[in-house]
């Protein structure tokens, strides 16, 4: 519950939530300044379905994808761990006995953690808190380790260290580095999406890591054809999250005081 009210103003004001609410307003304020009303719906309405484009959504995702880039030669970085970020879950999952399993984006993270292992031989933690449980019989079943079971069952991978206590990008590095410190190790690979990382990348160096960065999942320059303007839920996905890491990447700088 507490999660959920969290949540309520993140939303609020994020597409297209926000968006909406502008929509609404126009409305309401319609029969009374019908000329300002109009303005306003007809704002929400143009930005909702720009922002629903990926080639709009492409404005926001690439300067957040330019923070970082691919890491090329892997073996060579000095590391001494790979870290991998949980996404999100599924839950519940039928086909898995009714356990919590990762989405689509944590697999993502997940295959390019097993590549890089397997090019490197370096030891995994993964992280991520409690999600959901697998069945009323059974404890909470966390992120981390819904990750780590993907990691050794479907990748056949193994996985060091099982973080599962962080709600957030910054719990997600400081108790990473935490567990990381006190097996000695001080410089990671750090595995999350593109435009993730620069946040990802910033709060674990705040924890005392040196962080050397492994983004997978680009977005950016895809948006070539006469489909990219075509409003879709994809769009409106890309747009959402690219806004969301700005938003993420601002705050950070204004809690951090600027430097």
Sequence with gaps: MLDLIN???RSLILPPANLFLLILI???VWRRWPRAG???????LALLA????????DLFVTPVERMTSPLRAPEGAGAQAIVVLAAGRMRDAPEYGGRDIPDYTALARLRYAAHLQRRTGLPIL??????????????PYSLGAAMAVALREDFGVP???????????AENAAFSAALLK?????RVLLVTDAMHMARSHAAFERAGLEVVDAPTIFFSGQARSIHAWVPSAEGMRRSWYAIYELIGLVWYRVRSGGS
Aim: glycine share 18%; net charge neutral; aromatic share 2%.
């Design 7 to 9: 949540a309520i103003p």
């Design 26 to 28: 126009g409305l309401l």
């Design 38 to 44: 109009r303005i306003v719906a007809g704002t929400g």
């Design 50 to 57: 720009l922002l629903s484009t990926t080639a709009v959504a």
């Design 126 to 139: 993964v992280s991520g808190g409690t999600g959901g449980t697998p069945s009323r019989d059974e404890p």
């Design 159 to 169: 996985v060091q260290w099982v973080e599962d206590k962080s709600r957030d990008t």
């Design 182 to 186: 006190a097996g000695g190790v001080r």
